[in-house]
Structures are given as structure tokens and as C-alpha cells.
């Protein structure tokens, strides 16, 4: 049985009837489209998607962080085994310095207090919202523990672009400590 098979709770040529783009077993695979209508931005681009359905408030409008929008806004150029991120004269002044980021938290490991951990500009929590790419994350190495929250955090730490990281990353922020 094959994973839309499973996915469909269906076997043999009824499932096969189901999935778009076949023409009976084992011809073809699955076709999937956007989950945004209209052409928007499919899941895994962008600054993602905040639903007003969201029972998590999103982020509020804040002058003393660095603004998301203004991470996301890059382009992407595909290499044969990577996507390069081409950063912005803006992002690119980001890099090295000092700067306060705020986001949702995405842990990396079971402890309450985390000192590596993901900040996403979407929460990852809300099953209403549509998470972004890797322009809507930053991977931050806290120098003490901050306490895991599904509220947004606020941390300072020396901030850096990533051209080729292992993991497909576009931000890191390094030595960051929890800010108000």
C-alpha cells in the first residue's frame, strides 16, 4: 500500500482512483497543490502565515527588534543540492552585529529552560497558521537558560547570515540572553 494509500485509509485501485495524477496502480504519484489559493506563497515560504483563527495572539508591533518582515524579504537561488538565500544590503548589515529578535520558541530538546532552540516568526503550535521558510527563522545559542513559553520571547545576542549552513538555515544568533 503506498503512503496515499495509507493517508486515504484506502487500498488497491480505489486508492489510486483517489490520487490526483494517476491512472491506475502504480502509475504516477500524488499531484499536490498550495494550500494558499489565489497563488499565493505555497507552506515553506516566506514570513508564513498568522491566522486570525489563531488562538495564539501573534506577535505585537514592536520598534526595538528587528522586524521579520524585513528578514523574509530575500530571494533564493536554487543550487544543485541547496537553496542559497541572496541577502539584502539591510540583512546583510545585520550580520555580525548586536541585534533583539522576538518570536515563538521551538525547543530542541525537554527541559524547560533551553539554550538552543528555534524562534519562528509563526507559532509552530497553531494548527490554524501556515509556517514559513527558513527566512522565518532564526537558530538561537543562548549563553543561560531561557524558559520554554508559547507567549513570544524577546532575546539579544550577536546576529549572523548563513550563506551554506548544514540545515538550511538562513539566521543564527549566538551568546543571546532573554530580553524584555
Same mark, same amino acid.
Given at each position: 500500500?503506498?503512503?496515499?494509500?495509507?493517508?486515504?485509509?484506502?487500498?488497491?485501485?480505489?486508492? /489510486?482512483?483517489?490520487a490526483p495524477?494517476?491512472?491506475?496502480?502504480g502509475?504516477?504519484?500524488a499531484?499536490?497543490?498550495?494550500?494558499?489559493?489565489?497563488?499565493?506563497?505555497?507552506?515553506?515560504?516566506?514570513?508564513?502565515?498568522?491566522?486570525?483563527?489563531?488562538p495564539?495572539?501573534?506577535?505585537?508591533?514592536?520598534?526595538?527588534?528587528?522586524? /521579520?518582515?524585513?528578514?523574509?524579504?530575500?530571494?533564493?537561488?536554487?543550487?544543485?543540492?541547496?537553496?542559497?538565500?541572496?541577502?539584502?544590503?539591510?540583512?546583510?548589515?545585520?550580520?555580525?552585529?548586536?541585534?533583539?529578535?522576538?518570536?515563538?520558541?521551538?525547543?530542541?530538546?525537554t527541559?524547560?529552560?533551553?539554550?538552543?532552540?528555534?524562534?519562528?516568526?509563526v507559532?509552530?503550535?497553531?494548527?490554524?497558521?501556515?509556517?514559513?521558510?527558513?527566512?522565518?527563522?532564526i537558530?538561537?545559542?543562548?549563553?543561560?537558560?531561557?524558559?520554554?513559553?508559547l507567549?513570544?520571547?524577546?532575546?539579544?545576542g550577536?546576529f549572523?547570515?548563513?550563506t551554506?549552513?548544514e540545515?538550511?538555515?538562513?539566521?543564527?544568533?549566538v551568546?543571546a540572553?532573554?530580553?524584555?
Amino acid at each position: 500500500m503506498t503512503a496515499v494509500a495509507l493517508v486515504a485509509g484506502m487500498s488497491g485501485a480505489n486508492a /489510486w482512483a483517489q490520487a490526483p495524477g494517476s491512472s491506475g496502480a502504480g502509475a504516477g504519484t500524488a499531484t499536490l497543490s498550495s494550500p494558499l489559493a489565489g497563488g499565493g506563497l505555497p507552506a515553506g515560504e516566506g514570513a508564513g502565515f498568522h491566522s486570525p483563527q489563531s488562538p495564539i495572539k501573534p506577535l505585537p508591533q514592536r520598534s526595538d527588534v528587528v522586524a /521579520w518582515s524585513s528578514l523574509s524579504n530575500l530571494t533564493k537561488k536554487t543550487l544543485k543540492t541547496r537553496i542559497e538565500p541572496v541577502f539584502t544590503a539591510e540583512q546583510k548589515a545585520l550580520d555580525k552585529t548586536v541585534q533583539r529578535v522576538q518570536g515563538f520558541m521551538v525547543p530542541m530538546d525537554t527541559k524547560p529552560g533551553q539554550k538552543h532552540f528555534l524562534l519562528t516568526s509563526v507559532p509552530l503550535t497553531c494548527a490554524f497558521c501556515i509556517p514559513g521558510g527558513p527566512e522565518s527563522m532564526i537558530e538561537v545559542k543562548a549563553s543561560s537558560p531561557v524558559r520554554y513559553s508559547l507567549e513570544p520571547v524577546v532575546v539579544e545576542g550577536h546576529f549572523q547570515t548563513l550563506t551554506n549552513d548544514e540545515y538550511g538555515l538562513f539566521y543564527r544568533m549566538v551568546g543571546a540572553r532573554q530580553v524584555q
